[in-house]
């Protein structure tokens, strides 16, 4: 009986997290996308559970012991399809994906080179990191990338943004991670952050000299309200609205590749989810002031589809079909605006992953970079000061 326990606790916890990222389970959902990221070795677990079930059931027999078999079994199957789909993805992408990182997390050099102030809020410096190009073919092309956390949280060396600032550093691209000003209860910068990123990229531009990068090759990176920066700012560029210039030459944004980016605030805001609706609201309220029937232009400045132009820069966007935090059928609405307006994008959707699916060495992750360093190498390493066709 106390064996049955033991064995049955963990196998029905991780059959309730496996099928909630099948199903609509309140909580389980939301765990089951996170253990999506690490599938592989769910599936591990799930198989271990499963043979220990077996033996106890061959070894005393009960109809406990039968439901734990069969928990642990679905459990077992549940992640296996779900690693199978995201195979499948990687094969569809043409990339090769490392089981042994998947599997277990790779320890990873995220030591930027340099720290730098890019410019000053107050009394606050903002800071932000350089990493330089390994081996690069004359002057590296550049990524300026923007962490997430809800606009509220986070900064330059939380969350995805060092890692894969040292994986696209070592295949030749020159890196800058971003800090921007936190958003708070006192302190709504709905309409300062953006100017701060934008800030960011002009400092890269000018400095980009001193770290052998190309200020005439960039490309931004974004992840979850990062995400929503970049692209806000990237389009608003493109279109001559912040009128940014580095020794009088205009600056341009080639690409643009945006991890789960929060495109539609009001969607995010107004979240069904019983779990995490209240917290969510309380993001979009801290960054705007209040709700959008009190401030709707404000939610509309930040909204991602309001800048849509012709010249909105190549964008890739990549997210988790299950992501509880930003709604995926508002991520798929931005793309069909962006091809309405002749603007070329590229979906990556990762099957059954959630928030965050590109932790270090996972699937989504190894996939992630590799199609974002096709989608530069079309639009960013080979641009030479003519804009591309766009809507191709």
Known sequence: MIATFVV????????????????????FSIAGAMASTRIFPVALIALGLTAA???????????????????????????????????????????????????????????????EVYTTDGDQDLLLSVWRAVAPEGLAPMIVMVHGGGW???????????GHARWFADRGYLVVGVDYSL????????DVQEGQIAEAIRWAVQNAHR?????RRIALVGESAGGNLVINVGSRIAAGERGLESSGTPVTVSAISALYPATDLRAIRDSPDLVLRKWLRSLAERYTGGSPDVYPERYDAVDSSTHIRPTTPPTLLAFGTRDHLVPPWTIRAYARRLRDAGVEVKMLEVPYSGHG???????????????????????????CGIRPEHGR
């Open 357 to 383: 699916f590109d932790e270090e060495g996972s699937i989504g992750c190894q996939v992630y970079r590799e199609v974002t360093l096709s989608w530069f190498a079309s639009h960013v390493e080979a641009f």
């Open 53 to 115: 079930a077996a033996v106890l059931q061959a070894w005393s027999p009960s109809t406990g012991g039968w439901l734990v078999l069969a928990a642990a079994v679905l459990a077992f199957l549940g992640a296996a399809l779900n690693g199978f789909q995201q195979l499948g993805l990687a094969r569809r992408e043409n990339v090769v994906v490392s089981l042994a990182s998947a599997i277990r997390r790779p320890r990873v050099d995220l030591t930027p080179d340099a720290d």
């Open 183 to 190: 958003a708070s209860d006192e302190r709504h910068l709905w």
């Open 152 to 162: 509220v949280a986070g900064d330059r060396g939380s969350g995805s943004t060092p």
């Open 8 to 27: 049955g606790t963990p196998a029905v916890l991780l059959f309730l997290c496996v099928g909630g990222q099948y199903l609509p389970l309140v909580g």
């Open 211 to 215: 770290f052998g990068g190309d200020s």
